[in-house]
Structure formats: C-alpha cells, structure tokens
C-alpha cells in the first residue's frame, strides 16, 4: 500500500511563476491537508480538503495561494507569482476520515526555492 | 502567538540514555496530543499520541507523560539507539473546535551519540 506522494520533490522558481505541487493522498483516503515548513521551523497548518470541497482554509494566506482536490487525480496546491518568502518545505497529509484522533499520515514534501 | 512551545531546541545524549522533550501548550481546548519524528529529506511520521484522559502512555521505546493541570506534556525515549536521531515534534489538536489541523511545535533536533 503506497504511502502519501508528492510531486516534484524539489521545485525551483524564479520570483513571479507559478509553482504547483501535487499531493496523492494513500488509497482510500479522501481528506488531505496541507502544511508549510520553513527552515528551523515547526509545520504551519495551511488548509483541509475532501474531495471537490475546501473544508478548512484558515492558514492559507489570502492572496497568491489556493489549493484543490478534484474528484480525479491529485491534489494540487498553487502559489502564484511567488516571492523569496514562499521558499519552504510543503507537505501534505492525508486520513481515512476527518481527523479527530485519526492519524495524519505525512508525505515527503516537496520542497519549494524560489530564486 | 505560538499555541505550543517546544524545548529544547536540540538535545545531545549518549546512547542508553534518555532524552526528554518537553512541551507546553495554551489552549485548554486541545484534547490530542501526537510527537512525530522526522527524518532529513523525509515527511514526519506518527511515533505516539495521546489524550488527555490518561497520565501516561507507552509504546515501546517510547513514552508520553501528560499534566493536564499545567498544561503540558512530554517525550521520554528509553534505552536510546543513534537510529533515533531525528528532528522531534510535538502536535496539538482541538479535535471539537472546527480546526483540522495540527498546531506544531518548533521541533527538537536530536542527536544520540554512540
């Protein structure tokens, strides 16, 4: 049973493209979470999503980012015009249902530098 | 505003030893409490979790001890291998508030020297 993936592993941009980073969450998981990690920092928590719905958004800054989760394929958060600050680590998280006491099982991120 | 404040920031033992981890959180809502371990280049994986029903936890290698009272809670790895040197972090979650995600400590960077 393959864990989380997540795509591209490392993701380099110059200052106002686009970066768009993939999460499959493990077979039969429909809920995913993303997170931010920046250098010597803990994980941010970023937003939730089940299938073609945005659950919880409330770290997800206001401009520049979404994110989606369609009901084929991955989900895909997307920072547009990125700055020198977006350059972190983003990980996505994935369970079997919405996580009350329910393990979130990490993939292994992907890892953003903006130039 | 850091809900959960981790310490020590890194954590040097010798191998049999055991390290602590200790964590303090603010919001009383917060009813679970996972540590996962991180690995470099890796995405962080589940070690043990716990509620705030019980004191204490054990799985393995590795316990939790909990205090409810003063709000915080901590790591113990017993008989530690330089296999367990890894970045720590505790995690806190208000499993009725609405919010789904964790709120992460800083981490602790652990190194066990053999």
């Known amino acids: 049973n393959a864990g989380v993936m997540q795509n591209p592993r490392h993701l380099v941009r110059r200052r106002g493209q686009e970066a768009r980073l993939r999460c499959s969450p493990m077979?039969?998981?429909?809920?995913v979470y993303w997170y931010r990690q920046l250098p010597e920092e803990g994980l941010k928590f970023m937003v939730y999503?089940?299938?073609?719905?945005?659950?919880?958004e409330s770290g997800m800054p206001k401009e520049r980012f979404s994110a989606e989760f369609p009901k084929e394929g991955p989900s895909i958060l997307r920072i547009q015009q990125v700055v020198r600050g977006d350059s972190a680590a983003y990980f996505c998280?994935?369970?079997?249902?919405?996580?009350?006491?329910?393990?979130?099982?990490f993939g292994p991120g992907t890892r953003l530098t903006v130039l | 505003q850091q809900q959960v404040k981790q310490s020590p920031q890194s954590l040097i033992v010798q191998k049999g030893g055991i390290p602590i981890i200790n964590c303090a959180y603010e919001?009383?809502?917060?009813?679970?409490f996972p540590w996962y371990q991180q690995f470099p280049g890796k995405g962080p994986a589940l070690l043990i979790a716990?509620?705030?029903?019980?004191s204490e936890k054990k799985e393995g290698r590795f316990t939790i001890s909990f205090n409810k009272s003063a709000k915080q809670f901590s790591l113990h790895i017993m008989d530690s291998q330089p296999g367990d040197s890894a970045t720590y972090f505790c995690?806190?979650?208000?499993?009725?508030?609405?919010?789904?995600?964790?709120?992460f400590g800083k981490g602790t960077h652990l190194i066990i020297q053999p």
């Open positions: 919001n009383t809502a917060f009813d679970y």
């Open positions: 998280a994935s369970s079997p249902q919405r996580s009350s006491y329910n393990e979130q099982f």
């Open positions: 995690a806190a979650l208000d499993s009725g508030g609405g919010a789904d995600g964790l709120t």
């Open positions: 077979k039969g998981h429909s809920h």
């Open positions: 716990i509620r705030p029903d019980v």
């Open positions: 999503l089940q299938k073609e719905n945005i659950i919880d």
